[in-house]
Nanobody, 120 residues
């Protein structure tokens, strides 16, 4: 599976950005896709993910500000980020899992990462 991410950039606090990530290759219909981020000196953390049935999961820090969605026909996941804050600054990575069930998931595939910088 290959993941290609688009979007990111520099924005002022309070602004918006939209990330997208297209998956190609051997795509499982039961996949789960999402976004993680990693700020300098910090561990990579989940931002949001979404199942093939559109069940979503968000980090508490982005609830109400970010929205994840997907287009199954295009194997693409989107992350609409509104009301951005300086602490949202990080490299954002697209993530793909072939399946998740009963709390277990298959190994991760990662995109190349895209920088999001929010200035104060």
């Amino acid at each position: 599976v290959q993941l290609q991410a688009f979007g990111g950039g520099l924005v002022q606090a309070g602004g918006s950005l939209r990330l997208s990530c297209a998956a190609s290759g051997s795509i499982f219909s039961t996949n789960r896709m999402g976004w993680y981020r990693q700020a300098p000196g910090k561990q990579r953390e989940l931002v949001a993910d979404i199942s093939s049935g559109s069940n979503t999961n968000y980090a508490d820090s982005v609830k109400g500000r970010f929205t994840i969605s997907r287009d199954n026909a295009k194997n693409t996941v989107y992350l609409q980020m509104n009301s951005l804050k300086p602490y949202d600054t990080a490299v954002y990575y697209c993530n793909y899992k072939k399946w998740c069930a009963n709390g277990w998931c298959s190994p991760d595939y990662w995109g190349q990462g895209t920088q999001v910088t929010v200035s104060s």
